[in-house]
């Protein structure tokens, strides 16, 4: 079956701008994770939905939001970027909060 | 606090056995994992510990300790493409919020 994909997989934002990025999980799989990854900071939590509803957030700034939709794809956005938003973002899915996750090829963003 | 520490780079040899270890203080545990990331590459699942004991799936074993907080990740018959890196991560209480550690490169060579 099909894996998880997002959309894009590179963005090139400058400061100020927002940006929304797309991920589609495994079909069947209600639970979507958001992660930033940096290479000094590893990945970093942001949120994690089920079923619509957000179940947790990370440590990140309120300019970080997400939804899920009733398909279960998922969407965060980035409002008033900033240059240290650039980062790897990973969306991974699972069948519900305990078991692993598959990870989707993520969306580069670059803020200039 | 929440922290998960695991050594930054590690080097080894082909055909070689390595173990890479992590350390965990967070809120809650609901099981640890461990990832595999190749450069370029989104991280893929190895492992899952939730009790006391060792793990194995072919050359990889996993083992955990929840009263230590420590867990390692054992790789036998170092391949070159073993070379990534070994991403910790445990799932906190409730189950709906994953840490990951900062992550262990690993290097083989030769």
């Known amino acids: 079956k099909a894996g998880v994909t997002q959309t894009p997989r590179y963005l090139i934002k400058t400061r100020g701008q927002q940006v929304t990025l797309s991920c589609s999980p495994i079909s069947g799989h209600r639970s979507v994770s958001w992660y930033q990854q940096t290479p000094g900071q590893g990945l970093q939590f942001l949120f994690e939905y089920f079923s619509e509803t957000q179940r947790n957030k990370g440590n990140f700034p309120g300019r970080f939001s997400g939804r899920q939709f009733s398909n279960s794809r998922s969407e965060m956005n980035v409002s008033t970027l900033e240059l240290g938003d650039s980062a790897l973002y990973l969306c991974?899915?699972?069948?519900?909060?305990?078991?692993?996750?598959?990870f989707g090829p993520g969306t580069r963003l670059t803020v200039l | 606090g929440q922290n998960i520490d695991q050594p930054t780079e590690m080097t080894a040899t082909e055909g070689a056995i390595v173990q890479i270890n992590c350390t965990y203080q967070?809120?809650?545990?609901?099981?640890l994992f461990w990832y595999q990331q190749h450069a370029g590459e989104a991280p893929t699942f190895l492992s899952y510990n939730v009790l006391d004991g060792l793990e194995e799936k072919g050359r990889f074993s996993s083992f955990l300790s929840r009263s230590k907080g420590y867990s390692y990740l054992l790789l036998k018959e170092l391949q070159m493409k073993d070379s990534a890196s070994y991403l910790c991560a445990v799932r906190e209480t409730g189950g709906f919020k994953t840490i990951f550690g900062a992550g262990t490169r690993l290097f083989v060579k030769a």
């Open positions: 991974a899915s699972s069948f519900d909060a305990t078991n692993e996750q598959f």
């Open positions: 967070t809120s809650g545990f609901n099981g």
